[in-house]
């Protein structure tokens, strides 16, 4: 994965500033029991909303003497040495990042990573860790480095030729190796052991994020017994027809049930995991209360779907949207009156790129008065470009966009921008500002953040968001335009639909989502599972006491 520029994460110019929110939202006419509610409906807890204060204080209180831990395998800062010597820092494209960097922020704590950029080693201290400091808020990076061989066996192997194709329906055969899953396990065992020695008590409080790490709630309880571990699955849980493929499923959930709680996107991929414990394991699972209990001790299984910074920090620094639309304009050499539609997703085959532009192809041909006019911008930096999947999709997607622009561009107009390069959150700030429409179309996406960010970034109220179905952002997000990408007939039905869309209408549908994305923000998705993990915590500490 290429990372990219980020100017405001630069240790010595984190500066940003979280000002104050600068739009009043109107007030949604409709009673909220009376929106379309596909799942979580937008309101569904009482009190106030949640924000960095109210989970720094509510962390305080809850977990007295704690600070807050976080693993995932992605850091939220890279440092790389440039052609010209310097050591520059990266801030890398990842969902993950955007979602927990506001949380690490707000709490304090520690973040443990692999240390993956050029010149990550140049800057650490004595015991590999550096201090980040942002929008008045720090924490510690401590960084786990990984040899050439371990990353390929647990990273690029396991956990992305493997675990990911198992647990996204994109047509793409999961690969399991016995030595990849192996190294997995030893690389686990590596991450456990550093949050482990970070930890300064013995009942640590832990967010353990995603696939690459089924087996570090085991290890860490393995440790430290009495610590909270709470491990958020990012991505999409199979049934249990597809998660038999796996041939270590039975040790895969051990090593995730030594969690106090386990958190998943969506309510199906909750049950799938529940019913996966069920027929693998000698568990008892009880679906009233969404608990496993399995070897004499209680898990709780919960739906919590991830979400943004709200208000985003980008939002303070912005250029207003005329200034975007000008900048984003000049940038692809576009005219002034191009019907923009922009997609940020990385090169993946689960983000259903092709099917994008066969909606655009679509679109095209039927609407001749839109050639010269229309524009997709998509930016689709190369990612895990070590997989041969990957890199067959890089290929697919290249010839796909050649083909619509073959087929319908002139000398001065080409409706596809491919870009493969990452550009910055902030330039994807202004580029998301600059446009009529964000298109999302993956196959299958546990969340997409993209979405959200969307909604964040249009504090004018107006452009249109096109959403897969197949995308956990749906469920929160029925005033996107819903779409099947499979059927690029709809694709380019919604895409008209969007360009055609009165100011009014897109008006009344992006003040709902951003009152429901404003809701429900990141600091409530972790505040959430803290609350969850908080009385897992008593529960456990009950127990201990009862056995004496
Ligand atoms: O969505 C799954 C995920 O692993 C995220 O957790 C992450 O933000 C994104 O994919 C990027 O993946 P990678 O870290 O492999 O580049």
């Not at 290890?219 to 199979?238: N, S």
């Not at 191009?338 to 994008?356: C, F, I, Q, S």
């Not at 609407?367 to 290929?395: I, K």
């Amino acid at each position: 994965m290429t990372p990219s520029p980020s100017p405001s994460l630069s240790p010595g110019a984190l500066a940003a500033s979280a000002a104050a929110w600068p739009l009043t939202l109107p007030v949604d006419p409709r009673p909220p029991q009376a929106r379309p509610a596909d799942g979580t409906p937008p309101h569904d807890e009482p009190g106030p909303a949640w924000t960095a204060e109210r989970l720094r204080a509510f962390v305080r209180g809850a977990f007295p003497g704690e600070r807050l831990m976080v693993l995932a395998n992605r850091e939220p800062v890279l440092h790389e040495r440039t052609a010209g010597g310097a050591i520059q820092v990266r801030q890398p494209t990842s969902g993950v990042v955007t979602a927990l960097e506001p949380l690490t922020l707000a709490c304090g704590g520690v973040w443990v990573a692999h240390g993956s950029g050029s010149a990550d080693r140049e800057v650490v201290d004595a015991r590999d860790g550096i201090a980040l400091v942002r929008d008045g808020g720090s924490y510690r990076l401590r960084r786990l480095w990984l040899s050439a061989e371990e990353e390929r066996g647990y990273y690029a192997r396991f956990a992305n030729d493997g675990l990911w194709p198992l647990c996204h329906q994109a047509h793409v055969k999961p690969i399991f190796r016995r030595p990849d899953f192996e190294t997995y396990q030893r690389v686990n065992r590596r991450f456990a052991d550093a949050v482990c020695d970070e930890a300064e008590s013995l009942s640590p409080v832990i967010l353990v994020q995603d696939y690459h790490f089924a087996f570090v709630p085991q290890a860490i309880r393995q440790r430290l017994p009495r610590a909270t571990t709470v491990l958020f699955w990012h991505i999409p849980w199979p049934n249990r027809h597809r998660f038999a493929i796996c041939p270590w499923r039975n040790a895969l959930l051990e090593g995730l049930l030594g969690s106090s709680v386990i958190g998943f996107q969506t309510a199906t991929d909750a049950q799938n995991f529940l019913e996966a414990v069920q027929h693998c394991l000698e568990a008892h699972v009880d679906r009233e209360t969404n608990t496993v209990t399995y070897n004499g001790r209680r898990v709780t299984v919960g739906t919590y779907p991830i979400s943004i910074e709200w208000p985003a920090h980008l939002t303070a620094q912005a250029p207003p949207i005329a200034d975007c639309r000008r900048q984003v304009r000049q940038r692809l050499g576009l005219r002034d009156d191009t019907l923009l539609a922009v997609g940020v997703d990385r090169l993946d085959y689960t983000k259903g790129l092709e099917e994008k532009l066969l909606g655009v192809e679509q679109l095209l041909a039927r609407r001749p008065s839109l050639r010269g006019r229309f524009v997709l911008a998509q930016v689709a930096p190369v990612s895990r470009g070590e997989l041969q999947s990957y890199r067959d999709t890089a290929t697919r997607v290249r010839e796909a966009a050649q083909h619509v622009n073959a087929r319908f561009g002139d000398g001065t107009w080409r409706p596809v921008e491919l870009i493969e390069e990452a550009w910055s959150p902030a330039e994807v700030f202004t580029l998301m500002r600059a446009a009529d429409a964000c298109c999302v179309t993956s196959l299958h996406d546990g969340m997409n953040l993209v979405a959200k960010e969307f909604v964040a970034a249009r504090d004018d109220a107006q452009g249109v968001l096109v959403l897969s179905t197949f995308a956990g952002a749906a469920r929160e997000l029925p005033d996107a335009l819903v779409v099947n990408p499979y059927d690029a007939h709809a694709v380019a039905d919604a895409l008209e639909r969007a360009i055609a869309m009165p100011a009014a209408e897109q008006r009344t549908r992006m003040v709902r989502m951003r009152e429901v994305v404003g809701h429900h923000n990141a600091y409530r998705w972790a505040g959430r599972m803290l609350k969850d993990a908080r009385l897992q915590r008593l529960e456990e500490a009950r127990a201990a006491w009862r056995d004496g």
